[in-house]
DNA sequence: CTGTTAGCGCGTTCAT
DNA sequence: ATGAACGCGCTAACAG
């Protein structure tokens, strides 16, 4: 910078403003020093200026998995609105693993994100103090969780689970099963099928119908091999929710080759509205999440809690619900 | 830091030895230290660290698209070689675009990584400056690029369409048609067009059966679109080779829906072994590269580049072709 | 609109 | 095995 300065024959102050969105140079000036900037082939070191300036301008997004179109739309969503204002996303996954998520959070803290998004509202009692301890905003996605740490931008897994057994029964559903995870790694997950188990009881349907594989992300094998489960056990079974689109997928796939008619045979339900849904045959009643608008209001309410820190403001923390709605297609 | 030393009556350079790998530090007092840092809840600032010791451990990554399995599988494969070595992976997205390749790399050297992975061998003339004048180790992944800028890890795109194609010939098919994206901006997809292109031609087999679909990456709902065209432009087709999986999932339940049976109507082959090509049904033809392994081979050739570089050896530029594989499927 | 001074929080380097 | 002095490259704060 400072034979950027020399070259252009002001001083690295002048520069350094020149580089800045807001630096209040001359026009001349500024022509100046981007000629010397580009002669030179001189490029901004953020690192530097983080140290200086106190705020990196990194943004730590923590997702379980971005192998998973749900969360890669919302990384992209977050990423989007924080690409504008020229921050930089740090992204890590937890591979739904809360101690990994634990070891994340120290990780990405080392690297003083300016905020913090991170999935779901469970944590380790240690992340947990950690966060609340780093001073930077959080923003808690993908869950309400009872007790946020912040703000957060979510929506109720139970009770999207609940209203699309509700509509399957309004259907003429009444043997409806279950299809999820074995383990409670998952929360989102753990959380369907909660409402599931709700809707059932209020319903007064038969219970019990419950299969449950592997550790999650359950996925498109899973899933098929689930329906033979629970078809080959409870043999009057007429309609089968799965905890993803994913798992759906497969499950169906699975029944054309037994050629098991879905929905003739059984309706089959998933959970995201996965592009598979929309369009495999038959397409996949499904449960819909904008998963883009959870990660552009995320960033949009981190920008906030930003602007209100840079300002000496308290920033109140947020709690936004986003809407799902159920999807009927053909598979049901 | 100081708080630290000062309560675990060290020096500062004491800590910051006792908080690295290598620290040579002896037990007792690195007890302490850790203690001490425990109780005040310390966290290390790395990019002061970076600052002084003129390493960020950053790795720049860019990937086409993280919303597509199988840069997301190369992104993992990278962050876990990385992940090791302490470094940590800084993403982006470039959306298939070169203009956005080259506003990312600048965006990414300021904030001096250690090295940088790029995928595909296009680039601006600015971008290939600057990745050349960064003086960091560079891997260009996913392809072969007829001039590297230093390492590669890939293989030809091409290649591997020719010899699908070679293999539907061999099974009796003779009327191949192609879907893949209208532009120029996917160097894959060309690249996967032009090895159809060879192939037909080396086969003496009629030429012109292409259909070309709208900005890449063309997905689920385009493959259903092009085979209808396909098929009704030319009536006597017998195979479709589609750019991705993703297209030839499209296009199957696009047939399944108009009761065009597959494979005994048409067969239909796609590339990428996306994860929905081994469960759909029929199950699906397709070119299986290890995305996972391009990651985890590029991580590791950067590590490698990266240690010379410590070492102040000068490191040799290498390239390493992965293999990939035909797959035949039902759907064939 | 521009310059000066000081310092961000570490690690390098050298000394002990 | 440990410590002291110094500086990494930039920006905040203030002055002009």
Redesign the pocket.
């Given at each position: 910078?400072?034979e950027v300065?020399a070259r252009a024959?002001?001083?690295?102050?002048?520069?350094?403003?020149a580089?800045?969105r807001d630096g209040?140079?001359?026009?001349?000036?500024?022509r100046r020093i981007l000629a010397a900037v580009e002669e030179l082939g001189?490029?901004?070191?953020?690192s530097?200026?983080a140290?200086?300036?106190?705020?990196t301008g990194f943004v730590a997004v923590l997702v379980p998995s971005i192998n998973n179109s749900n969360f890669a739309d919302t990384a992209r969503g977050i990423t989007e609105v924080i690409d504008d204002q020229g921050l930089q996303v740090l992204l890590g996954a937890t591979d739904y693993d809360i101690e990994k998520e634990e070891h994340l959070v120290q990780t990405m803290l080392t690297r003083r994100p300016d905020g913090i998004i991170v999935t779901d509202g469970r944590h380790t009692p240690r992340a947990r103090r950690m966060l609340q301890a780093a001073g930077i905003p959080v923003v808690e996605i993908w869950d309400l969780p009872a007790e946020p740490i912040d703000h957060v931008v979510g929506f109720s897994n139970a009770e999207a689970s609940r209203a699309l057994v509700h509509r399957l029964y309004q259907k003429g559903y009444r043997k409806i099963g279950f299809i999820g995870g074995a383990s409670r790694r998952d929360s989102r997950g753990a959380d369907r099928r909660l409402g599931y188990l709700r809707a059932i009881e209020e319903l007064g349907l038969p219970v019990g119908r419950t299969i449950a594989f592997g550790d999650p992300p359950i996925s498109v094998e899973q899933g098929g091999q689930a329906i033979v489960h629970l078809i080959e056990q409870w043999p009057d079974m007429d309609a089968a929710v799965c905890v993803s689109d994913l798992s759906a997928f497969g499950a169906i796939m699975e029944c054309h080759r037994r050629g098991w008619a879905v929905p003739g045979r059984i309706g089959i339900a998933g959970f995201g509205d996965f592009e598979v849904s929309r369009w495999a045959w038959p397409r996949i009643t499904t449960v819909a999440v904008n998963c883009r608008t959870i990660g552009l209001e995320a960033g949009r309410i981190l920008l906030g809690a930003l602007d209100d820190v840079q300002r000496k403001r308290t920033p109140m923390p947020a709690t936004l619900i986003v809407p799902f709605e159920v999807i009927e297609r053909e598979s049901t």
């Open positions: 910078m400072a300065a024959g002001v001083s690295t102050m002048t520069v350094s403003r580089l800045k209040a140079v001359s026009e001349e000036t500024r001189y490029v901004l070191d953020l530097a200026g140290l200086s300036s106190k705020r």
